[in-house]
């Protein structure tokens, strides 16, 4: 945890689940440190400690691919709902806020591309797609400042005007927690569980 959080700023999760299930069967250990020294059959690190070793893979960090994907495309605003231009998605993992699992997408990129997928496909050369850009909440950033929190937004500002994307986006909700769409609520509310014990519902906006 850094600083509170899950990760430094403007990183992504550095772990993956793998990581924790390799550690809970006892099949991986983490060792913190730097290689010292190199032996014929493992290493030394700088707290002295020797790792017998096979193959010793270096790891030169993490870097996000924002800036990349402005170099690729030549793009170096995006909108909130993914569109870099005409016809023209970015979907990728982006950073993640503190808002990014408070979304009909849980902690799920997949997710969110299937969302966004079926989105571009619905306005795919159509008359209608200078209008859905136009849409109330949609806005423009830099694409290195992308983060979760913009493309959610994104996504329920198209549910609020559109009803078809409305009802891609009910069945993309998960099974399990019971999730109410009331038509009252136009923002995301915190889940609220009854003093019975039930289930906690989730409020998302419903469309026109």
């Not at 030549?74 to 993992?93: E, H, P, Q, V």
């Not at 078809?164 to 569980?193: F, N, Q, Y």
Request: glycine share 8%; hydrophobic share 35%; aromatic share 12%.
């Amino acid at each position: 945890m850094l600083d509170g959080q899950n990760q430094a700023r403007w990183h992504t999760i550095s772990v993956s689940d793998i990581w924790f299930v390799g550690h809970y069967l006892k099949k991986i250990k983490t060792v913190t440190g730097a290689i010292q020294r190199m032996t014929e059959n493992g290493v030394y690190t700088d707290g002295r400690q020797h790792i017998e070793a096979d193959i010793v893979v270096g790891s030169i960090g993490f870097e996000r691919n924002a800036r990349v994907a402005g170099e690729l495309s030549g793009c170096r605003d995006i909108r909130t709902n993914n569109y870099l231009g005409k016809d023209f998605m970015y979907l990728a993992d982006a950073y993640i806020d503190n808002n990014a699992f408070n979304s009909l997408f849980g902690s799920s990129v997949l997710e969110m591309v299937k969302f966004y997928t079926e989105v571009f496909i619905m306005f795919f050369d159509q008359p209608g797609f200078d209008e859905m850009m136009r849409t109330e909440g949609i806005e423009k950033i830099p694409i290195e400042e992308r983060t979760w929190a913009h493309y959610i937004g994104g996504a329920m500002a198209l549910i609020r005007k559109y009803p078809a994307v409305h009802k891609i986006a009910k069945s993309r909700s998960p099974k399990g927690p019971k999730i109410s769409w009331k038509r009252t609520i136009l923002k995301p509310t915190s889940p609220k569980t009854k003093e019975s014990g039930s289930t906690p519902t989730r409020n998302w906006p419903a469309g026109p």
